[in-house]
């Protein structure tokens, strides 16, 4: 069953016509939450479905504005309403209303696309993320058209650049110009008409005038060969135009009778050449600080054999790794990843360094470190960026370790006999989805002789061979277990070198970070 409702606004009550279409099997439910919206500001025109079939017909029939979903529905689930609508190829947000959905399902959620989720009984929520993902939603609508327009523009352009942007003119013996392109005013400000009879050279700028007729001479000597010339112009504004020449001696065909050159102007390129050159010392530059911001050497702990690396993907990456000192001074192992790659990420990345370094500096609990963190980054990033993050503490008096995760890939306690002993899973949401999140410490794990801590990001996992073939967790474990017997950091590069052989040095698409550490 579905139904639909519409009011016309009452002039001038400066409610908004908001189209929502509601995946809900209650249809008091679908009208608490129209009833909601309305009392928000909204002025609802819904239509509630509540199977596949149903939700297809609607997107084909009208221009819904945002989603609201339940998660279970006796046919249908948020997760198959979310893959109907990337099958339409719509920008409809999404969000989840469910009566009770745990973190785990509620991040594997939004990785699949949902753009939020609200709990029923928590709805106060519903009218401020509604209106920030219909403002979302025409920024990115605006963005689309910005990139249509883009690709069309440059395809004018190309297409200007490849028939009509280089000046064809013809000269004779002596440089005067016998003919010239229209180009000529767009590139030069001079008309076609106003250089006929003038000399060509004589709009080279000074320093290269002497120069360029010298090579134009030698040229004429190449009877029916090509030679290219080099140089400065000066448009009629004043500003130079660096203009690659290409010319044909052509004064002995009767037909043309002249020399034929082709002027293009290259100012633009070599500024993006230079432009370029910089940005990759900047990369460079900022690549060095990053480098600098991971810890130089392990801590010396009592019992303990640690080491960690990290290898960029990009110039500069999202991966995080630090050891931490809490305020009861013991160590904390630290590791993270920023979504995206390059200078954003690092961005962040170091930002949340120095978040935790001054969080855990005067606080010993982890939960409180991650609840605060989450807090400020959510305060630094926008919808599209997170952090996950997992903090692991030692106690090495009592030989034992907790953890708290902020949906990080999970760690592993290998066993002296190399089976998992413990795996350290999230306790709580990346940092900066959720405000508010809270984040548990696990239970204490204790640690015996010859057990190996595995920390890692999910850069190593997702690595593929070039027949699209997962690196994987075991892979992983198998490498550790294989080179127990070696030094933490002999331990780490030995997983990033089994990394490389499986890739066959294919280039890095993400980054890769890990931690080792053994109980001796």
Same mark, same amino acid.
């Given at each position: 069953m579905s139904g639909t409702t519409t009011q016309p606004n009452p002039p001038g009550d400066g409610k908004r016509t908001l189209r929502v279409l509601v995946v809900e099997d209650s249809e008091f439910d679908a009208r608490m939450l129209v009833g909601l919206l309305r009392a928000g500001g909204f002025e609802p025109e819904f239509e509630r479905v509540e199977t596949a079939g149903a939700m297809r017909t609607a997107l084909g029939q009208a221009q819904w504005e945002v989603i609201l979903a339940d998660y279970n529905l006796p046919k249908f689930s948020a997760p198959?309403?979310?893959?109907?609508?990337?099958?339409? %190829?719509?920008? @409809?947000?999404?969000?989840?209303?469910?009566?009770? @959905?745990?973190?785990?399902?509620?991040?594997? *959620? &939004?990785?699949?696309?949902?753009?939020?989720?609200? &709990?029923?009984?928590?709805?106060?929520?519903?009218?401020?993320?509604?209106?920030?993902?219909? !403002?979302?939603? *025409?920024?990115? +609508?605006?963005?689309? %058209?910005? $990139?249509?327009?883009?690709?069309?523009?440059?395809?004018?352009?190309?297409?200007?650049?490849?028939n009509t942007s280089d000046i064809i003119a013809v000269l004779d013996c002596r440089g005067m110009i016998q003919f010239a392109s229209p180009a000529c005013e !767009?590139?030069?400000?001079?008309?076609?008409?106003?250089? $006929? #009879?003038?000399?060509?050279?004589?709009?080279?700028? =000074?320093?290269?005038?002497?120069?360029?007729?010298?090579?134009?001479?030698?040229?004429?000597?190449? #009877?029916?060969?090509?030679?290219? @010339?080099?140089?400065?112009?000066?448009? *009629? =504004?004043?500003?130079?135009?660096?203009?690659? +020449?290409?010319?044909?001696?052509?004064?002995?065909?009767?037909? @043309?009778?002249? $020399?034929?050159?082709?002027? !293009?102007?290259? +100012?633009?390129?070599?500024?993006?050449?230079?432009? &370029?050159?910089e940005s990759e010392e900047q990369f460079r530059v900022a690549r060095e600080i990053q480098q600098r911001l991971f810890p130089r050497k392990a801590p010396e702990l009592e019992g303990f054999d640690i080491a960690g690396a990290s290898k960029p993907a990009a110039a500069t990456g999202g991966d995080y790794? =630090?050891?931490?000192?809490?305020?009861?001074?013991?160590?904390?192992?630290?590791?993270?990843? $920023?979504?995206?790659?390059?200078?954003?990420?690092?961005?962040?990345?170091?930002?949340? !360094?120095?978040?935790?370094?001054?969080?855990?500096?005067?606080?010993?609990d982890l939960s409180l470190i991650l609840t605060r963190a989450n807090t400020m980054v959510g305060e630094d990033v926008g919808k599209e960026r997170f952090v996950t993050m997992l903090l692991v503490k030692i106690d090495p008096g009592k030989r034992s370790l907790v953890h708290a995760s902020a949906g990080h890939t999970p760690a592993f306690v290998l066993g002296p006999d190399g089976e998992v002993k413990s795996e350290l899973r999230r306790t709580g949401m990346p940092l900066g989805v959720m405000p508010g999140a809270e984040y548990n410490v696990s239970r204490q794990i204790r640690l015996a002789k010859g057990d190996v801590l595995v920390l890692l990001t999910d850069g190593l996992e997702e690595t593929v061979n070039p027949e699209g073939e997962l690196f994987g967790t075991d892979r992983i474990l198998e490498s550790v277990n294989n080179h127990r017997d070696l030094k933490a950091a002999k331990i780490v590069k030995s997983v990033f070198d089994a990394l490389e052989d499986f890739s066959e040095n294919a280039e890095q698409v993400d980054d890769l970070t890990m931690i080792v550490a053994k109980a001796k």
């Open positions: 198959e309403a979310l893959e109907v609508l990337q099958e339409s %190829q719509l920008d @409809i947000p999404f969000i989840i209303v469910s009566g009770g @959905i745990g973190e785990d399902t509620a991040v594997a *959620a &939004m990785k699949s696309g949902a753009h939020d989720y609200l &709990m029923k009984g928590n709805l106060a929520r519903l009218v401020p993320a509604v209106e920030r993902e219909l !403002r979302e939603a *025409a920024v990115r +609508t605006s963005r689309r %058209q910005t $990139v249509k327009d883009l690709r069309e523009s440059e395809l004018r352009h190309r297409s200007l650049i490849e !767009r590139v030069l400000g001079r008309s076609a008409e106003s250089l $006929v #009879d003038t000399d060509w050279f004589a709009l080279a700028h =000074d320093e290269d005038q002497e120069r360029l007729r010298a090579e134009f001479g030698q040229g004429l000597g190449r #009877d029916g060969k090509q030679f290219v @010339i080099e140089g400065r112009f000066t448009a *009629a =504004d004043g500003s130079e135009r660096v203009m690659d +020449t290409t010319a044909v001696n052509l004064l002995a065909d009767e037909a @043309i009778a002249g $020399v034929v050159v082709n002027a !293009r102007d290259i +100012t633009e390129r070599l500024k993006e050449q230079s432009a &370029m050159l790794f =630090d050891y931490l000192t809490t305020s009861d001074n013991q160590l904390a192992l630290a590791i993270g990843d $920023v979504s995206g790659h390059g200078i954003g990420p690092a961005m962040l990345m170091a930002e949340t !360094r120095a978040y935790l370094r001054l969080l855990a500096r005067n606080r010993n």
